[in-house]
């Protein structure tokens, strides 16, 4: 999997406040409407559902914050890649999921980055990811998180639009760890949820939230990502805040079906969008042609297809063959 390729300029700064464009009004896109707002930036929303054109939206923008699921990003990036954009624009990419329609025993699949980065080569793409749950960040409490991009300045433009006295922005310069990292632990947020849901207890969840990490780690090393990257906030934190929480949609999924729900009953009751369920199926495909061991994501796989039950997923995990931990 290719980093995405910075553009061939010298990106300026621009003078401040900027005009923010923000695609998508679901619960992640307009808490980061927010935080521009709150920064003193001209807003402007978009979303399918909305009366704005795109194009209207976009014109005149500094800057573009991709919030759109998964299913929806290419396209929205092919409907931008048609308009008129301005020269230097950065994209912000803060959809956390992998691309179904791409990825096989030789090729990586596609990542939301890699997908506007792509659509829009002049531009550079910048990727937003942290243990950023949206309800609380509304709420003014504090909150940190990551931006990555193969363009240093651009990220560091991107910091210092959003960064505020309740959310600090960090940046990195591995934009595949931290995209990864947004990414992958939503598959072990829903085998935390059932965890929970089964009352299994601390001690479980521990052990089910350590391995996870483990597995996440596995996978990223094998794509090409730096170990380091996943003990930070877009790894480890975003993982420690997703299980820990039932503001998190993937562990409302998880919990749900401990519970004994189908998985189109918890769906039906669930306010956006689980991305962790699409991201396992795309995973445990890829993991499987490559020969990478993801125990834990197999069995979160399993049971999103109803092929078995919290129960013996548990049962499955507990009694695999005993290994030395850094294995």
Known sequence: MNDPIPPPFSLPLFPFPLTIAILGAGAWGTTLATLASQQGHTVRMWSRQGSQSLESVITGAEMVVSAVSMKGVRQVAEQVRSLKIAPNTIFVSATKGLDPDSGSETELPNLPSQIWQAALPDHPVVVLSGPNLSAEIQKGLPAATVVASANEAAAEQVQQALSSTSFRVYTNADILGVELGGILKNVIAIAVGACDGLQLGTNAKA?????????????????????????????????????????????????????????????????????????????????????????????????????????????????????????
């Open 207 to 327: 052990a089910l939230v350590t391995r996870g990490l483990a597995e996440i780690i596995r996978i990223g090393i094998n794509w090409g990502a730096k170990p380091e990257t996943f003990y930070g906030l877009s790894g480890l934190g975003d993982l420690l805040a997703t299980c820990n929480s039932a503001l998190s949609r993937n562990y409302q999924v998880g919990y749900g079906l401990a519970q004994g729900k189908s998985l189109s009953d918890v769906l039906e009751s669930l306010q956006g969008t689980a991305e962790g369920i699409n991201t396992t199926q795309v995973l445990v495909r890829l993991a499987s042609q490559q020969r990478i061991a993801l125990p834990i994501s197999h069995q979160v796989d399993q049971l999103l297809q109803g092929k078995i039950t919290p129960q013996a997923a548990l049962e499955a995990l507990m009694l695999r063959d005993r290994k030395p931990e850094n294995r």
